[in-house]
């Protein structure tokens, strides 16, 4: 199978993970790929390592006519079978090039709603996505639930990452990753930390955005923050910690979460978007109330003071990802959606 990948992208968020790592899945089932995107981006690099061929798209806004125009060109020279886009405007760009051929596209958030009418098929990556597709008005045949799968990536020994990164032994260790924007919620954690003054909090990501720097000056003076800036390496370093913690506002269904599952790691997260599909409260973690400091810190306190209770979530986090959140499962679902479309065109 011939299959075009639209996104465009100069981040590293998680539609740029998910679809590297869809791409190298279905590659290693044999089929041919080609990344159609800006080429100065992390997903181009990544694509151009993993001997994924890549196509550049500047897809400067909605109605970039040059860009456009290359993408339709290459679809015409190429005859892909399918051709899948990312996110809004990779969707946009996708079902204008499409022509004979089914054209896909996958929503990531739960506000898509514009620029998928064009696509034959729409994935949503998580329950509350597809409500707010239909909501919108998207009929509901035209919608499958697809959840992300995230590789199984050895990580650490823990005594070592612990030495590695400064943690005591004996401490207990929150940890969150994510980019530095209001809806990820890191002030938050901020506030939630002055109410744990015996526990400690680990942040990835770069916090040199404009709410990172904000962030950061609100945890000046508490030296149980530690910000460990952009890291390429979480799940090497999941099994340091003891605890993930996700305060995000909106979230549509949290990489990190299924991340940290895969590295047996409970989560305690906010009940928001698709992110109850993921943490089922009292099996594999916790769910708080988005907003609710004082929940959020009481629930810290209850697994610091339950180890029993944590490892039992610990047992059934990494249940929970070898049988609904693993990369093979996800490539396995997409590959069968893309096999389905191709026939109905046939």
């Given amino acids: 199978m011939r299959i ?5 992208s100069h981040g590293f968020g998680g539609a740029e993970r998910h679809a590297l790592w869809l791409m190298q899945g279905l590659q290693e089932k044999g089929h041919d790929l080609i990344f159609a995107g800006p080429l100065d981006s992390w997903l181009a690099e990544q694509c151009a390592q993993a001997g994924i ?6 897809m400067s806004g909605m109605y970039d006519i040059f860009s456009h125009l290359k993408l339709r060109r290459l679809v015409q020279n190429w005859q892909p079978d399918i051709i899948h886009g990312h996110l809004q405007r990779g969707a946009c760009y996708a079902a204008a090039a499409a022509k004979n051929i089914p054209a896909i596209c996958t929503a990531h958030a739960t506000t898509a709603r514009k620029h998928m009418q064009g696509c034959r098929h729409i994935i949503a990556v998580a329950e509350a996505v597809r409500i707010n597709l239909l909501d919108a008005g998207y009929p509901e045949d035209r919608i499958t639930v697809i959840h992300n799968g995230v590789p199984d990536i050895a990580g650490g020994k823990r005594e070592q990452l612990r030495k590695e990164l400064g943690i005591p032994l004996n401490a207990f260790a929150l940890f969150n990753a994510g980019r530095f924007i209001p809806d990820k919620g890191q002030d938050l954690l901020i506030k939630m930390m002055k109410q744990l003054p015996d526990i400690r909090l680990y942040l990835a990501g770069d916090e040199t955005t404009k709410f990172g720097k904000q962030v950061r000056q609100m945890a000046a003076d508490n030296k149980q ?5 952009y890291r390429a390496d979480i799940q090497r370093l999941l099994p340091a910690f003891d605890l993930y913690i996700s305060s995000s506002r909106r979230e549509a269904f949290g990489l990190s979460l299924a991340e940290a599952f895969a590295a047996s790691l ?7 978007g698709g992110v109850p599909e993921v943490v089922q409260h009292n099996l594999n973690g916790l769910l708080v109330e988005h907003e609710n400091i004082e929940e959020m810190a009481a629930a810290v306190r209850l697994l610091a003071d339950d180890r029993t209770k944590l490892a039992d979530f610990a047992r059934q986090a990494r249940k929970t990802y070898q049988n609904k959140f693993n990369c093979q499962t996800m490539v396995n679902r997409v590959e069968t959606l893309y096999k389905q479309q191709i026939a109905e065109t046939a």
């Fill in 53 to 58: 061929k890549t196509h550049h798209l500047r």
């Fill in 225 to 229: 923050i530690c910000f460990m800036g």
């Fill in 4 to 8: 075009i990948q639209v996104l465009h």
């Fill in 266 to 272: 409970p989560v305690l997260a906010t009940a928001v």
